[in-house]
């Protein structure tokens, strides 16, 4: 069931996003009279969350650069998942991590 959970943002502002669900231990937060719904306070901030994943597509493009004939393009794509214990966590495909990487290599134009 979709949950809600809010991050700190650096500057001062909170951005609320929409999880699979929240641990229990995490702190809620009632937002209106007349709603329901609880949102809960995330460990990090938001730009700390997403640092883990700049590293990860870092460390799969570091990897890709160094093959013996590196590719002239390269493209990752991954699914992120906001969750308020953990922050940015990789999206699963059934029971693993979901990546798909496109590498393209251009043929060498002839000088004339």
């Known amino acids: 069931m979709a949950e809600l959970a809010q991050f700190p943002l650096s500057n001062g ?8 669900g929240v ?3 995490v702190r809620r937060v009632m937002r209106g ?3 329901e719904a609880a949102i809960a306070t995330a460990n990090a901030t938001f730009e700390s969350a997403l640092r883990t994943v700049r590293s990860a597509a870092e460390g799969i493009l ?3 650069r ?6 002239d393009e390269v493209a990752v794509e991954f699914g992120v ?3 308020a214990e953990t922050g940015a ?3 699963k495909a059934s029971t693993e991590a979901n990546f798909k990487i496109n590498l393209t290599w251009k043929k ?3 000088e004339k």
């Open 13 to 20: 502002g909170v951005l609320v996003v929409e999880t699979d």
């Open 23 to 25: 641990d229990n231990s």
């Open 33 to 35: 009279s007349n709603t």
């Open 62 to 64: 570091d990897q890709l």
């Open 66 to 71: 160094m093959l013996q004939q590196p590719p």
């Open 81 to 83: 998942k906001m969750s």
């Open 89 to 91: 966590v990789i999206a």
């Open 108 to 110: 060498a134009t002839a």
